[in-house]
């Protein structure tokens, strides 16, 4: 706990000194939902929009992706269920939550708590991990599954930086690792009080999830053979957070998957290009 402390102290600093569009000032969707599911005493605000077949999206270390442009037009299909992790969006992080593990097998009663049939999965960053983590051990309920520049795997050597250190770098590096517009990635100095607090607590619940071993499950590679639907990876063609040939190892570890590159788009091309995002995804789930 330690580390964490520590961890949370450099965030405090990146919020103050960061000079990296924030997704909270998206305006919410009059057709948008939130309920609460309390599940072995933990509370989880399920966010639903649209209607129609169903996508159970998973969100990254940057927070709830629901007020996104590209979540509107998916729910003009679909309906869109997205829970928040949490310690995110201002929501507790349970006293016995200490790593994804924790957050794979809440997911595991949510999706049942749920009812979901024939849904496509989807996971962005840390919750493209989480998607392919519940992926390998039952994909029952689901369709079709999406990894968005995920993270979850180790490709090279133990001293080898497959995935960078997001909590190590400074706020401008990050930005300039993780955007190929920095204009979009999200701006401190724009956020309000309560905005900043936040944005604060999605980062130390972000470093929970991820901080050891760092962004990865070292057996998910001996586990990935066992995704038997069809499945897409999305990534931006400048994401360098977790590079393309990442994405490409990544890929190659799950029978069948096929994968995308997205021009002009670093770690979040659902930001970055939504039109060229929602055109990918939409193909491969009407096939």
Same mark, same amino acid.
């Given at each position: 706990m330690l580390a964490l402390r520590v961890l949370a102290e450099v965030i *405090? $600093?990146?919020?103050? &000194?960061?000079?990296? #569009?924030?997704?909270?000032?998206?305006?919410?969707? =009059?057709?948008?939902t939130t309920a609460r599911s309390g599940l072995?005493?933990?509370?989880?605000?399920?966010?639903?929009?649209?209607s129609g077949p169903q996508i159970l999206v998973l969100h990254g270390?940057?927070?709830?992706?629901?007020?996104?442009?590209?979540?509107?037009?998916?729910?003009?299909?679909?309906e869109v269920?997205?829970?928040v992790h949490p310690g995110f969006a201002g929501?507790?992080?349970?006293?016995?939550?200490?790593? *994804? $593990?924790?957050?794979? &097998?809440?997911?595991? #009663?949510?999706?049942?708590?749920?009812?979901?049939? =024939?849904?496509?999965?989807?996971?962005?960053?840390m919750g493209g991990w989480l998607a392919a983590e519940i992926a390998v051990i039952n994909t029952q309920r689901f369709s079709k599954l999406v990894l968005v520049d995920s993270v979850g795997i180790k490709t090279g050597g133990p001293f080898d930086r497959d995935i960078a250190d997001v909590f190590a770098i400074s706020p401008t590096e990050h930005t300039r690792i993780s955007w190929h517009d920095p204009s979009k990635a999200p701006d401190p100095s724009n956020m309000s009080d309560?905005?900043?607090?936040?944005?604060?607590?999605?980062?130390?619940?972000?470093?929970?999830?991820?901080?050891?071993?760092?962004?990865?499950?070292?057996?998910?590679?001996y586990r990935l053979h066992r995704i038997d639907i069809p499945t897409l990876l999305i990534w931006g063609e400048g994401d360098q957070v977790v590079t393309p040939s990442y994405g490409e190892a990544f890929r190659g570890m799950i029978p069948g998957a096929s994968m995308v590159l997205i021009?002009?788009?670093?770690?979040?091309?659902?930001?970055?290009q939504p039109e060229a995002f929602a055109k990918h995804f939409l193909e491969f789930a009407l096939q």
């Open positions: *405090i $600093q990146m919020v103050q &000194f960061a000079d990296s #569009d924030n997704s909270l000032s998206h305006k919410e969707s =009059n057709t948008e072995m005493g933990v509370d989880i605000p399920v966010i639903r929009k649209g270390g940057d927070g709830p992706i629901d007020r996104l442009p590209f979540a509107d037009r998916l729910a003009e299909r679909y269920i997205q829970p929501t507790p992080i349970p006293e016995h939550f200490d790593n *994804i $593990q924790d957050l794979i &097998f809440l997911y595991l #009663d949510l999706i049942d708590h749920l009812d979901l049939e =024939n849904a496509i999965l989807v996971g962005f960053s309560d905005e900043l607090q936040i944005f604060a607590s999605d980062r130390i619940a972000h470093g929970l999830y991820t901080w050891e071993p760092y962004m990865h499950n070292p057996k998910l590679p021009p002009d788009a670093g770690h979040s091309p659902h930001v970055e």
